[in-house]
């Protein structure tokens, strides 16, 4: 659901926007640019769900081993 949020900025700003990003696209210039920093993903509900996968699990297993083989083999 979207919500309606009146904002204020400069004029020189709100020129800009609509030069640049145009009258009818700021609200989703907007919230590209400032959901990154105020929405958070739920990781740990992600990685459950990830986790349920077992043949992801078993693959992600194989290959972490067989990369720890290969660093075995290096020299330090």
């Known amino acids: ?15 800009g926007l ?3 990003i145009g ?3 700021i609200s989703r210039f907007v919230q590209e640019i400032v959901r ?7 990781y740990e509900a992600a990685y459950a769900e990830m986790a349920k996968d077992k ?3 078993n693959e992600a297993l194989e290959w972490a081993e067989n990369t720890f083989k290969d660093i075995d083999h290096e020299k330090r």
């Open 1 to 15: 659901m979207q919500k309606k949020l009146t904002i204020t900025v400069d004029e020189d700003v709100y020129a």
């Open 18 to 20: 609509h030069k640049v």
């Open 23 to 25: 009258p009818r696209k």
């Open 36 to 42: 990154p920093h105020v929405v958070r993903p739920n």
């Open 55 to 57: 043949k992801r699990e």
